[in-house]
């Protein structure tokens, strides 16, 4: 057999990682491209949200007080008594012929359909998305639907980001990363909140906090914040008084508060996936279209006699966070408003549920301050703060995403004090809900259609591990001029596995296994190991991250690693095989689960053992 030098034996870079330069080593120079396609994707994502914000005033305009006009306007101050009740099944039912015949994933509140193109698409979405989202968003919500414009805005914002990739023929990975950007700039734009926007795709759509994807998606976070500003200035949306805790006693009713918005989470997700499933099964014929219309003749009627659940509701947030409604008033707005969302997005029509979660967190979040200051008057400091820490718990919980419920609430109330207890609420809350509900509000849908929906993230064991870590360091050599009879009669049955070839100088040549000894018959006397060895097996150097090992593994679709000292001093110092990179997962699961045994695998002088820590 031919002699293979050992580049063109292991197919390896000709430099060993120690070797290379500081450039391009923590950052790859491609991603620097792709931040550029980001700032032009938050350039749009900003423009679009504020054309989705507009369009949304431009309906509740023509439908609740018949003018044309782009004036914010509150559809809850209209005066159209009985009349009311049959504006909002005008827009469910453009809805419900929009899903029906153009585009079925307009249905919903936006962000599950970005989460399956991630996960499942290739982060892919059509261009019908796109254009369609945003006006059916707008119809929805001017005529009465009581959703935020946030989880449309993500999705057509993401759309945005998906289309530029595919246009520009990127890989499904920086597709994912425009993607989560338009996302983020759809967030940002809507509440000139850049930290939020950037939380929530990582938190719902990236599933990761790598810089290649990171860094492009909070610059096109920024650059839609700037075009936010740009329209409305840095006011915030709603402003709030400056919060302060009477003392950190009072964190105790913050924790309290956490777990009563974890179990109205609990009840809002499981009261939507149940109303789904009714809607989808009702025994009627093009139920697509007709159910978004039941749905909202059942909105009309609570609207009627709670108006407060009309649209947005952005004004009813600002009286919650001031102080400016009764208790029955806040009980009977946050109760009407928790039903008003699950009943018009059950149905299948389109809206954010960002939004609605505040209200409802909020209303009865404020009685639960104010019956807090009733019994403790010198321990509670203003039922507003509690509006603020359950909107928060709420909105986490059901998401799950706390780190962008924190930031958000504090930065929309432009509100730092508020922290510390948004962090106990939020954290308390979500830690209920996931003991509650194996699913959040983003992903039972998904999950209902057989997909695998984790919103957990880590750093994967094969990252943490160096190679030289897990590499067998007892193992045989044998000499290429060796010839085959003579090693054969020399191994014992134990020392058949992965051997490596090496020349005189001790470098290596190749490798040969069990059955490349076994498959001359009869054993030639004079065919060396050199010709018998093979080239099939890659090549790395103490230090390397066992994921980088393992995905050359994959890509030339071999089981073996041979690891020597350098790519000055090609000599043997380890063998791999790719069952001890599968025994990692062990070792964490192990880790995990305190069941971490002594065991021969333990011991780094007979075989591989892994220090994570």
């Known amino acids: 057999m031919a002699d293979f030098s050992v580049r063109e034996v292991a197919g390896h870079p000709e430099e060993a990682p120690e070797k290379k330069g500081q450039f391009g080593v923590a950052l790859e120079p491609a991603a620097l491209k792709i931040c550029g396609y980001a700032l032009l994707v938050g350039l749009i994502g900003g423009l679009v949200a504020q054309g989705l914000l507009e369009l949304i005033y431009l309906f509740t305009n023509i439908f609740f007080y018949g003018r044309l006009s782009f004036a914010i306007t509150n559809p809850a101050h209209s005066h159209l008594h009985l009349w009311v009740i049959l504006i909002p099944p005008i827009g469910g039912l453009v809805v419900g012929l929009l899903i029906y015949f153009f585009e079925p994933t307009l249905k919903g509140h936006g962000i599950p359909e970005a989460m399956e193109a991630v996960l499942f698409g290739h982060s892919r979405m059509r261009t019908r998305v796109a254009i369609l989202k945003p006006l059916a968003t707008a119809l929805a919500i001017g005529t009465g639907g009581p959703f935020g414009a946030e989880g449309p805005i993500i999705q057509t914002g993401g759309a945005f980001g998906s289309l530029l990739g595919q246009w520009l023929g990127l890989t499904p990975y920086n597709r994912r990363v425009l993607l989560a950007s338009g996302a983020a700039a759809g967030m940002a734009a809507t509440f000139t909140a850049p930290l939020s926007g950037i939380l ?39 402003p709030a008084p400056e919060y302060k805790i009477t003392s950190t006693t009072e964190l105790w009713l913050f924790a309290v508060l956490g777990i009563l918005m974890g179990i109205v989470g609990v009840a809002m997700i499981r009261a939507l996936a149940w109303l789904e499933d009714f809607f989808d099964n009702m025994p009627i014929p093009y139920a697509a279209i007709w159910c978004p219309a039941i749905g909202a003749l059942i909105l009309g009627v609570i609207g009627y006699f709670c108006p407060q659940v009309f649209g947005t509701s952005y004004d009813t947030i600002r009286d919650m966070l001031n102080d400016r409604l009764t208790a029955g008033s806040l009980l009977g707005i946050g109760v009407a408003k928790f039903w008003a969302l699950v009943i018009s997005l059950g149905s299948g029509t389109t809206g954010g549920v960002f939004a609605p979660s505040l209200v409802v967190g909020g209303g009865l979040g404020a009685v639960f301050g104010m019956g807090c200051r009733h019994l403790f ?13 359950a909107m928060a718990g709420v909105f986490g919980g059901i998401a799950r995403a706390p780190f962008t419920s924190i930031v958000f609430l504090a930065e929309l109330s432009h509100n730092p004090n508020s922290l510390l207890p948004l962090t106990l609420c939020v954290m308390i809350s979500d830690a209920v809900v996931r003991l509650l509900s194996r699913d959040s509000i983003m992903t039972v849908k998904l999950v209902k259609r057989g997909l695998i929906i984790l919103q957990d993230y880590w750093v994967p064991v094969l990252m943490r591990a160096r190679i030289d870590q897990v590499m067998h360091k007892q193992f045989r050599v044998v000499h290429g001029d060796e010839e085959l009879r003579a090693v054969i009669h020399e191994l014992s049955q134990s020392d ?109 002088e007979e075989s591989p053992g892994v220090q994570l820590g």
Do not use: C
């Open 377 to 389: 008057p010198h321990l509670v400091s203003d039922p507003g703060f509690y509006a603020l820490a």
């Open 496 to 604: 058949i596995g992965l051997i490596p070839v090496v020349n005189a100088a001790g470098e290596l040549l190749g490798i040969v296994e069990a059955h490349d000894l076994l498959r001359i018959e009869p054993p030639d006397h004079h065919f060396t190991m050199r010709e018998l060895a093979r080239s099939d097996y890659v090549l790395a150097y103490p230090g390397e991250a066992v994921d980088r090992v393992q995905r050359e593994m994959m890509l030339k679709n071999v089981e073996n690693v041979v690891v020597v000292e350098s790519s000055r001093a090609l000599k043997p110092i380890g063998i791999v095989r790719a069952n001890d990179i599968l025994q990692l997962r062990r070792w964490l699961l192990e880790e995990e689960q305190g069941e971490l045994r002594r065991t021969t695998l333990d011991k780094p």
């Open 200 to 238: 929530v795709a990582v938190e719902l759509l990236l599933f990761e906090l790598r810089a290649r994807s990171f860094i492009p998606v909070a610059l096109a976070s920024v650059v839609a914040t700037g075009v936010r500003v740009h329209f409305v200035g840095w006011a915030p949306l709603f």
